[in-house]
């Protein structure tokens, strides 16, 4: 069975860094692409970054220069390394898998809370 | 980037209804358009992949179209557990953007 779980959310102070965690099993991290989304509170979805089969790694606007999408095939994970936090990162971030021939996200985690604030 | 545009933003229905949601992208995006259902408090689900593919275990009550910068997502006869919002996509290039969602609705 496919399953992704995510950690490392938490409240963090504006300015501040946090690392998120995206534990995949049922399936290979580095076959597929690999997603991080955002949905702030009330709010809809945005999408934030990804992270290529090939390696490559691709960031939304919002968050180019201060995160970063990275892997470890070793132990099948995800991470998203967030600094400079900003108020309006608050959101609940999920990991997301897709395969490579349309990006489609098939399977998501369950989301891990994100909140800036002083 | 490219910008998608859903409508409705929200739409209020009966159980047994046909409803139509359309998406509307910048530029071209081919067929690379996705199809997302999400219910409160949970992560999104994919519904259709590339404009009109049906993911699996997914009803056949759900239908997409379109091509270029046109695309919709149609549910025949609508059930209780349809009732949640729905979210485009296109994966055509990064960044992978998001509709602003609809909010489909019991009447």
């Known amino acids: 069975e496919v399953q992704l779980v995510e950690s490392g959310g938490g409240l963090v102070q504006p300015g501040g860094s946090l690392r998120l965690s995206c534990a995949a099993s049922?399936?290979?991290?580095?076959?597929?692409?690999m997603n991080w989304v955002r949905q702030a509170p009330g709010k809809g979805l945005e999408w934030v970054s990804v992270?290529?089969?090939?390696?490559?790694?691709y960031y939304a606007d919002s968050v180019k220069g201060r995160f970063t999408i990275s892997r470890d095939n070793s132990k099948n994970t995800v991470y998203l390394q967030m600094s400079s936090l900003r108020s309006e990162d608050t959101a609940v971030y999920y990991c997301?898998?897709?395969?490579?021939?349309?990006?489609?996200?098939?399977?998501w985690g369950q989301g891990t809370l994100v909140t800036v604030s002083a | 980037d490219i910008q998608m545009t859903q409508s409705p933003s929200s739409l209020s229905a009966s159980v047994g209804d046909r409803v139509t949601i359309t998406c509307r992208t910048s530029?071209?995006?081919?067929?690379?358009l996705n199809w997302y259902q999400q219910k409160p408090g949970k992560a999104p689900n994919l519904l259709m992949y590339?404009?009109?593919n049906l993911q699996s275990g997914v009803p056949s009550r759900f239908s997409g179209s379109g091509s270029g910068t046109y695309f919709t997502l149609t549910i025949s006869s609508l059930q209780s557990e349809d009732f949640a919002t729905y979210y485009c996509?296109?994966?055509?290039?990064?960044?992978?953007?998001f509709g602003q969602g609809t909010k489909l609705e019991i009447k």
């Open positions: 997301a898998a897709a395969g490579s021939s349309v990006a489609a996200a098939s399977h």
């Open positions: 049922g399936f290979t991290v580095s076959s597929n692409y």
């Open positions: 992270i290529y089969s090939g390696g490559s790694t």
């Open positions: 530029q071209s995006i081919s067929t690379y």
């Open positions: 590339a404009t009109s």
């Open positions: 996509q296109q994966s055509y290039t990064t960044p992978y953007t």
